[in-house]
């Protein structure tokens, strides 16, 4: 592995700092502008995403690109169905020189934790990340051990291939504070993808793509406590209240959106507005972030799954049905 650049100096506006990570990232992957900014949305609010889709579209190498874009340590982690959950959080091992037990820190001790198709593991080993997503500790042989901050998990699955697969359920993905679409690119943006290949590109090799650190974890930091700051008028929030209760009556739904699904609306829809510029919140916001914090988070009933019916359309209809204050 070739030896890192030398981090910029702490920019002045953290915000200029995080939408530097943005550009640097365009570098390596086309397209897939929404994605990158969910990737930085969540770690702005210390959340988790859960990215879906087919092999192929750039999501290992999006999160890899995010990482080195902000100087972060960057572990991926191929889920397959005899992974134990050692392999993730680490193990005790008992060290014959010495005669004392040791602890192995697994690929969980990192920033960016990639979990490749995390959908092929069984339920068990899943369970080894719930605790390291939201207590951001992992606990062996009884002792608690912090994980660094900041710390982001990318959990990939594929939306096409359900056998050998094992689904996330519903604890399990209500860690996950997004869950991104990974489309297919455009005509056009295929063919600045082909292009680039064609002039050698390799995508394992973001130091030959010109993509390095622009920003750091202080930065990270300085971002995060001003979209704590973030003004939220009370009618928005009465308006993320009534779009998580109308999931909750909707007749196409089994499942509705939990209060935690609410709370981690307002979270994202704070950082979307602070990505945009603005010191508060508007509808617009908690529009735009509505379907990725909740497309996860809800269930639809059989009947209307069996009718062609999705999460989205749903939520799409919800949103069309609330009132939006002025």
């Not at 606990?139 to 699955?157: H, I, K, M, N, Y």
């Not at 604890?171 to 064609?198: G, I, S, W």
Request: aromatic share 4%.
């Amino acid at each position: 592995m070739p030896p890192r650049k030398s981090p910029r100096p702490a920019h002045a506006d953290p915000r200029t700092a995080v939408l530097a990570v943005r550009d640097e990232v365009a570098k390596a992957v086309v397209g897939q502008d929404a994605v990158m900014t969910g990737v930085i949305v969540a770690l702005l609010v210390r959340g988790h995403v859960l990215l879906e889709g087919v092999p192929g579209v750039a999501k290992t190498l999006l999160v890899k690109a995010v990482a080195a874009a902000l100087d972060l340590d960057f572990s991926r982690v191929q889920f397959t169905p005899d992974l134990m959950p050692s392999d993730v959080t680490g193990q005790v091992i008992y060290e014959q020189r010495t005669g004392e037990f040791r602890f192995r820190a697994g690929p969980v001790f990192t920033n960016l934790l990639l979990a490749d198709e995390i959908n092929r593991t069984p339920p068990k080993t899943q369970a080894a990340l719930l605790e390291a997503m939201e207590e951001r500790q992992v606990s062996v042989e009884g002792e608690a051990r912090p994980l660094p901050d900041p710390f982001l998990v990318a959990a990939t699955q594929n939306p096409v291939e359900y056998e050998g697969t094992y689904p996330l359920p519903e604890a399990q993905l209500d860690r996950f504070l997004l869950k991104l679409v990974v489309a297919y690119p455009t005509e056009e943006q295929e063919r600045e993808v082909l292009a680039r290949h064609h002039a050698g590109m390799d995508p394992h090799d973001l130091a030959s793509l010109g993509v390095g650190p622009v920003a750091n974890a202080a930065d990270l930091a300085a971002a995060r406590a001003r979209v704590d700051a973030v003004d939220v008028d009370d009618a928005v929030m009465a308006y993320i209240v009534a779009i998580g209760r109308a999931t909750r009556d909707s007749p196409s739904l089994s499942l509705g959106a939990s209060p935690r699904a609410a709370a981690m609306l307002l979270r994202a829809s704070k950082a979307w507005a602070w990505l945009a510029g603005k010191p508060f919140v508007t509808p617009d916001e908690v529009k735009t972030m509505a379907k990725p914090c909740l497309r996860h988070r809800v269930e639809l009933r059989a009947e209307v799954e069996l009718e062609g019916g999705t999460a989205d359309g749903v939520l799409d209809g919800i949103l069309a049905s609330v009132p939006v204050p002025r």
